[in-house]
């Protein structure tokens, strides 16, 4: 029977995923298409990559850009750091590589927002040197493939699972293997309801064979998600409504979002405290927005003003037209209630 990697290598050739706009040997889209799909899908990603391509079509564009049009072209994409890491490399790479993609992984892993895993794609698919990845998919199909028990982001598992990446290697067509793994992991070896039966390596698989499919990869120990309360303040002059740029840390980072507070009293004190005088206010639905660790329950006020303040002259205060806002570098759930504030 053939090895693991050449089982893996005649199925890509034929039933693996081929002609996805960033596949080739071009190591500046490998590197944006391995940053999108961090945590998001395919279907997901390819709009908004190939918006951003369009937008950017080489490092020397992304590197001249301003934070702000990145943000923009990334604004419901999610994770936003990696955005910001992604303007941030390409500015280093032009600094210090002449705006060439670097060749040598010590090199890629030192750029902002690329690890270990990130770093050996790119080296595979587009310079097709010996590397193992372990993303999430391959982490699955390794788990089941090899038996490996305990969830994935321990450090003794993860150390199990580099080690078994590492020996299953093939010494040549490596970048074909590479995206072999990731289709597999993506199309057949899923999470939930995988196709064992159109699986090429089944016959060899220790969970299928021990019947674990539902119990590898062990998953994540359950945690409370911790709640939070957000109140924004939508202040609007006519059909205007004023923005503030996040910080460049945390969530948002960067980003354009309405006023925020703890609650709706922060909120009404700020208001008072800056002299404003409203025509008329109203609190809009509730809603809730989920990150990865804590679920963000969010009270937009919006309220119409008969003057705009002078705050609108500080750095980092811009008004805008609530329609022209909904193209602007804005987070999800600041889209969500800005889309209510446009339908009136």
């Known amino acids: 029977m053939l090895p693991f990697s050449q089982q893996l290598i005649s199925w890509q050739k034929q039933h693996g995923r081929h002609g996805l706009p960033w ?22 990603v390819i709009p908004y990559y190939l918006r951003f391509v369009a937008s950017f079509p080489d490092i020397a564009a992304l590197a001249d850009a301003t934070e702000d049009q990145v943000l923009t072209h990334w604004s419901g994409l999610g994770y936003y750091a990696r955005g910001r890491n992604l303007h941030k490399a390409a500015q280093l790479i032009v600094k210090k590589h002449r705006g060439e993609f670097p060749r040598d992984f010590e090199q890629i892993i030192e750029l902002p927002g690329i690890g270990r895993s990130t770093a050996a794609a790119i080296c595979a698919l587009a310079y097709h040197e010996r590397r193992a990845i372990l993303d999430g998919n391959v982490k699955r ?19 199990k699972l580099w080690q078994q990446a590492e020996t299953l290697l093939p010494e040549c067509d490596v970048a074909t293997y590479t995206q072999a793994l990731m289709d597999m992991g993506a199309t057949v070896c899923t999470r939930t309801k995988p196709k064992c039966v159109l699986c090429p390596v089944q016959a060899d698989c220790v969970a299928l064979q021990s019947e674990r499919i539902a119990t590898l990869p062990s998953p994540r120990p359950r945690k409370a998600v911790p709640e939070r309360l957000a109140t924004f303040l939508l202040l609007m002059h006519g059909n205007d409504i004023l923005l503030e740029k996040r910080p460049g840390s945390g969530i948002w980072g960067g980003l354009w979002c309405p006023p925020q507070f703890d609650d709706e009293d922060a909120a009404r004190d700020w208001f008072d405290r800056k002299g404003m005088d409203a025509s008329e206010g109203q609190r809009l639905d509730i809603f809730t927005h989920t990150f990865t660790h804590f679920k963000l329950h969010i009270t937009p006020l919006k309220i119409q003003l008969v003057r705009k303040p002078l705050i609108a002259a500080q750095p980092g205060s811009i008004w805008l037209d609530a329609g022209e806002a909904l193209g602007a570098a804005i987070p999800t759930p600041v889209r969500v209630m800005l889309k209510k504030v446009v339908r009136g």
């Open 23 to 44: 596949q080739g040997r071009d190591a500046y889209r490998v590197w944006l298409s391995e940053i999108m799909l961090q945590q998001t899908q395919v279907a997901t």
């Open 141 to 159: 199909v390794l788990a089941r493939y090899c038996g490996i028990e305990g969830w994935a982001g321990e450090k003794m598992v993860e150390e």
